[in-house]
């Protein structure tokens, strides 16, 4: 089969394409080998979002949560269960991309429970569970950037275990997780592990903070009739990812820290690109993609941005390096216009979390709903 020619060539500007989503029916009816082989799709990224509404459409799992009602499974073990396959199952079927990109790619993400995002030490021992039930190399532990996050950061690469940490929306929390990061290497040196075995991502999400910071432009220009305010709309996500790609090279690039780890066979934590998705329709929808190519990232893509990218995404090379300055300007202007930077960063993590809650919460519910089904029809 033919790669597209526009992911191609996005895949040929440093940018590895990954699938924002993951179901049973994508890995049985083929669809992601599809995408392997077609979008140059070379990871899958899931989140608890994707995983209650791949459980809640269709029926590709009843005969699992059946045999689980059976056998007198909980609704937590049931979900344990039936992630972890599917998550494991994705992983094989990347294993040849992994195998052909010495590890960089062929990456497969399962998230620790979002209820535990501001628990660090419950967070490390399912990290370290996670890793062992999926029991396959090519896996990557999502754990959110909260303050609780960081010393679970640490601790899971201190065990030789490869992390995507997500949730990160100011350059400063993605210090953090770089500085976390590099801590736990140090440590993981000191246990005696492979160094070059160890991955990671730093998932740095782009569209909710136009979402918002162009909500609060809106209220501005209302209240004070400044309607240039609207001027800098659209124009934060874009500028916060690069000035943190910006500091990404400061430290994996130039910095002393990260040279000494490289030479015991270190790899960069490369900035991921998540939340491509385009939430505001005026926006071009290749918005996200387009303006943050560079090269060791990762664009994490929802399939109706993949396919935009496929279809008419023009990918001109590097649009981050050098951008530093401009996207500075960007910010000045806000901070300029009223709009208080620190606190839109708390609100979307704190929305973040909340929206995975719910949506594990959900995902509780539906499963205890199935299981109970089940359980009453083999009485």
Known sequence: MT??????????AGVSVWLDDLSRERLQTGNLQELIDTRSVVGVTTNPSIFQAA???????????????ER?????????????????????????????????????????????????????????????????????????????G???????????????VTLIFSVERHRAVMDAYLAGLEKAKEAGHDLSKIHSVASFFVSRVDTEIDKRLEKIAADTGRQGALDAAGKAGVANARLAYAAYQEIFEQGDRFKALAAEGARVQRPLWASTGVKNPDYPDTLYVTELVAPNTVNTMPEKT??????????????????????????????????????VFKLLEDEGVEKFEKSWQELLDATQAQLDEKTQAGK
């Open 150 to 164: 960081l010393p679970a950061i640490t601790a899971v690469i201190a065990e030789g275990i490869s992390v995507n």
């Open 306 to 343: 993949l396919e935009a990218v496929a279809e008419h995404g023009n990918i001109t090379g590097d649009t981050v390096t050098g951008t530093a300055e401009t996207a500075h300007i960007v910010f000045d202007k806000l901070a300029a216009l009223g709009v208080d930077l620190p606190d």
């Open 3 to 12: 790669q597209n020619s526009n992911l191609a060539a996005l895949s040929a």
């Open 55 to 69: 459980l809640s459409a269709g029926n590709a799992y009843d005969a699992q949560v059946a045999e689980l009602a």
């Open 72 to 148: 007198g499974a909980d609704v937590d073990a049931t979900i344990r269960t039936v992630t972890t396959d599917d998550v494991r199952n994705a992983c094989d079927l990347l294993a040849k991309v992994h195998e052909a990109t010495d590890g960089v790619d062929g990456r497969v993400s399962i998230e620790v429970d979002p209820r535990l995002a501001h628990d660090t030490d419950k967070t490390i021992l399912q990290a370290i569970e996670l890793w062992k039930i999926v029991d396959r190399p090519n896996l990557l532990i999502k754990i959110p950037a909260t303050l609780a």
